[in-house]
């Protein structure tokens, strides 16, 4: 079987998702189509794909053609998160799985009855001409539309998630929403939990970082701010004398080393499999409050430190799991400034986080403020007793539990494709 993939360009968590969905595949042909940081990742993990097409800088219309040629050649579909590859699957007339981890996370702003008559009328003749009829919606409302018109949704358990799904059934309707656990690579995590000695002493995972709004160069505060604190930390925290600092930020040749205070801070983008090795034989491990990376910390066992949130996603992510040791612990930009609006939207809210990140990398006092609370969040995470560690990852495993995701895409892909 021929398979199509891609990924919401947001980020490394879809993309990262599809490598999960893919590896235990590899008995068909598996063929990644995108650009941005899913394709930068796609590249870095080659084993995942057998071929991948990165369409970064080609024109729309020849953009157009690679998607529509290589979907006319495939037998199935799967798309992590990106509505576009759905609606041009079906109007391809190709079986089709949408792949969520943030099912829960998109707001509506019309009732779903609304988004499925939309997509009940939807024009499937042309890409274009459904892609127009589907202008009306909002880039969330798009998401779970292309829910609605797949052949089967496959969405990673969170707090929310039964309820959205309860909200968009309709019997005898759309697709069957199959609940799934952890979309990580499973594979690769068990081979990390045999890791020897530790390399490095603390573990800094960023992610991606570049999204519809954020980018390494333009709307980069977050970055610069972390690049301001990095010699303190290392200042501030002698036992951490080997630092790695992992994310998409540092790929591409855009690797950097900081030292002070006799310290050292690598900053890097690794192979996927790599940093798994790294997070497993790593004891302490800070991490931007992403999905994906959170779960491949608590298949390795480990409870990460949330660092401050880079995008509205990561409050969503926060706010819903508040009531956890992870949640209670991590770093939050309102700790730092208060009285900072926050707009319940995931662009207004991510460009007030990159206008908090921006406040504090400039402000002398409020900078001070950030160092001092980041310390304090960081002294009681290291004071975290082994077994007060164990009982936070633990119960991060029961709240996300859920069935095998390679066991429900092997259930999925029958059914679309019987013997």
Known sequence: MRIVMGA???????????????????????????????????????????????????????????????????????????????????????????VDSLFSFWQLTRPPAGIRDMCATMPRSRFAAADQHLAGLSPHERVVAAHLLATHSVVQNFPGVAERAAGLATPGEGPEIHLTGSIIDVEGARSATRATGPEYDLLINIGGFKNFLLDFDVNNAYLRLLHQWLPDLLRDWPRFRRVLVCGGPFGEGRERTVRSAGGRADCRLLRQRDLLQVAAGTPDHLMAPGLTALH????????????????????????????????????????????????????????????????????????????????????????????????????????????????????????AHPA
């Open 8 to 98: 919401q360009n947001c980020g490394f968590g879809p993309v990262a998702e599809l490598v999960a969905v893919s590896r235990p595949l590899d008995a068909h042909e598996r063929v990644f189509v995108g650009d941005g940081v899913a394709a930068v990742f796609a590249r870095r993990n080659p084993d995942a794909f057998d071929t991948v097409h990165d369409l970064g800088g080609l024109s729309a219309d020849a953009r157009s053609a690679v998607m529509d040629d290589l979907l006319r050649g495939s037998d199935h579909v799967v798309s992590v998160m990106d509505a576009e590859l759905v609606v041009r699957s079906v109007v391809a007339r190709r079986p089709v799985t949408m």
């Open 296 to 415: 491949e910390a608590v298949a390795l066992g480990r409870l990460p430190l949330a660092l401050h949130e880079q995008h509205y996603a990561h409050v969503f992510t926060m706010r819903a799991l508040d009531g956890t040791l992870f949640g209670h612990a991590g770093c939050r930009f309102t700790d730092v400034v208060p009285g900072h609006p926050l707009p319940e939207d995931d662009f207004a809210g991510t460009a007030a986080l990159v206008e908090l990140a921006g406040r504090v990398q400039e402000d002398r006092g409020l900078y001070t403020t950030y160092r001092r609370t980041v310390n304090e969040r960081i002294e009681r995470y290291v004071s975290l007793t082994p077994a007060q560690r164990r009982h936070g990852a633990g119960e991060l495993g029961k709240l996300l539990d859920g069935a095998p995701v390679q066991a429900v895409m092997t259930e999925v892909l029958g059914a």
